[in-house]
C-alpha cells in the first residue's frame, strides 16, 4: 500500500511554469510506476504521463510531449511533473498515481488553474 500526497498546484497565467510534486509513503515506491493524470471539470480523468520503477522509462500524453517532464527520486519517495509553456486547456485536478503488480493508489489530487 502507497499513499500519495500531492503538492504544488496553482493559479498561473498562459505560458508559466509549474511543478507539482507527489509524495509517498510505504515500502513499494521504489517497486511501483508512478504516474500523473488529471481531470478537467465536466470531463474524465486522462493519462498524462508515467515513469517505471526505476525511472528509466518515461511515456506522455500526445498533448503534453516538448511540454512536461516527468521524473522520480526512489531515494526521496518522490514523483514530480515539470509542467512549462502551460496553457489554459491544461486546466485540471491532477492526481498522482502508484501502480504496483496490478494494484493503483491515488492521491487526493492538486489543482493546477491556467489563465488566458
Known amino acids: 500500500q502507497v499513499q500519495l500526497v500531492e503538492s504544488g498546484g496553482g493559479l498561473v497565467q498562459a505560458g508559466d511554469s509549474l511543478r507539482l510534486s507527489c509524495a509517498a509513503s510505504?515500502?513499494?515506491?521504489?517497486?511501483?510506476?508512478m504516474g500523473w493524470f488529471r481531470q478537467a471539470p465536466g470531463k474524465e480523468r486522462e493519462f498524462v504521463a508515467v515513469?517505471?520503477?526505476?525511472?528509466?522509462?518515461?511515456i506522455y500524453a500526445d498533448f503534453v510531449k516538448g511540454r512536461f517532464t516527468i521524473s522520480r527520486d526512489n531515494a526521496k519517495n518522490t514523483v514530480c511533473l515539470q509542467m512549462n509553456s502551460l496553457k489554459p486547456e491544461d486546466t485540471a485536478v491532477y492526481y498522482c498515481?502508484?501502480?504496483?503488480?496490478?494494484?493503483?493508489?491515488w492521491g487526493q489530487g492538486t489543482q493546477v488553474t491556467v489563465s488566458s
Open positions: 498515481n502508484a501502480l504496483y503488480f496490478g494494484v493503483e493508489n
Open positions: 515513469i517505471s520503477d526505476s525511472g528509466g522509462s518515461t
Open positions: 510505504g515500502r513499494t515506491f521504489g517497486s511501483s510506476a
